[in-house]
């Protein structure tokens, strides 16, 4: 019998990634989201599930006759590793046999912070885990939250100064997280995922411009106005709390590094911020 493999959050843009690249290798998927609509991967290997981490009557079907599990955690939420810890007991009942858990760049430099507690929970647990550590998602321009200020205000308006970013596609992601879902080798270890390069938001702005044939600026903001804008468009107090955190450590060039994981683990270079506009320069026109 196949292996089934849980997605949860696949719905995201991460998640949906992760599903149509396991589905693409012949993979048996669960996709797990809150509100469970047809799958855009037209597939009978994928099976569409409710779940939700702050309802437990959801966890069995979620889990049931599950071998793998991909966990993306609520983004923004800084209640994360008290609203997971009942799913990571659960499926340790449930004898997932391996964890891959999305995490987030740097939470290892601070064990304080939520993804590093959810992080620690795992490890306590005793599930055979691997850790995927991101930077931020290049598809925040074209399909994520900063996608809006660029088609209806013709810029990017963040608190991040002239500090530069390591962007990473969400298509390096999920090839990451597939291979450590399905080879061997992977148990114990935590990647750390940047692009290729670092850059500031004035040059991914000048190369969104150049592949869109419209003028994009940046426009750095105060911190306060930030979050005060991300509470006007929809984030709770503590959701837009947490992004000017991300932010800070931004500013603070803890974002900048360039890693080669990717490539170790894949055995190519990461997509470049030049190539990903390319192919998605669509979006911004």
């Known amino acids: 019998m196949s292996e089934k493999i849980l997605v949860i959050g696949a719905s995201g843009n991460l998640g949906q990634e992760v599903v149509r690249q396991l589905i693409s290798q012949g993979k048996v998927v669960r996709a797990a989201t809150r509100r469970p609509e047809p799958c855009p991967i037209k597939s009978e290997s994928v099976e569409m599930v409710t779940f939700d ?162 003028q994009v600026v940046y426009q750095p903001i105060p911190e306060g106005a930030m979050v005060q804008g991300a509470i006007e468009n929809g984030l709770s107090d503590g959701e837009a709390k947490y992004l000017a955190m991300l932010y800070q450590m931004v500013r603070a060039g803890y974002m900048e590094e360039v890693i080669d994981d990717v490539q170790q683990v894949l055995g190519r270079p990461q997509i470049s911020f030049g190539d990903f506009a390319r192919r998605h320069a669509y979006h911004w026109n």
Not at 197 to 204: C, G, I, T
């Open 53 to 214: 981490f702050d309802r437990p009557d959801t966890y069995d079907a979620a889990l049931s006759g599950v071998t793998r599990l991909f966990l993306i955690a609520p983004p923004l939420d800084p209640q994360a590793p008290q609203r997971i810890a009942p799913f990571i007991d659960s499926a340790r009942e449930a004898k997932v046999e391996r964890i891959v858990f999305n995490s987030a760049l740097g939470v290892d430099k601070n064990d304080e912070a939520p993804l590093r507690l959810i992080e620690r929970q795992i490890e306590a647990s005793g599930l055979n885990y691997t850790f995927l550590r991101p930077n931020f998602f290049m598809e925040n321009f074209s399909r994520g939250f900063i996608s809006p200020m660029i088609t209806n205000g013709g810029g990017v308006f963040v608190a991040a100064d002239q500090a530069r970013t390591s962007f990473i596609s969400v298509e390096d992601i999920a090839e990451v997280a597939v291979r450590t879902l399905t080879e061997e080798g992977h148990e114990g270890r935590a990647y750390n995922l940047t692009g290729p390069s670092a850059l500031d938001h004035a040059q991914v702005t000048g190369v969104i411009s150049e592949v869109s044939g419209r």
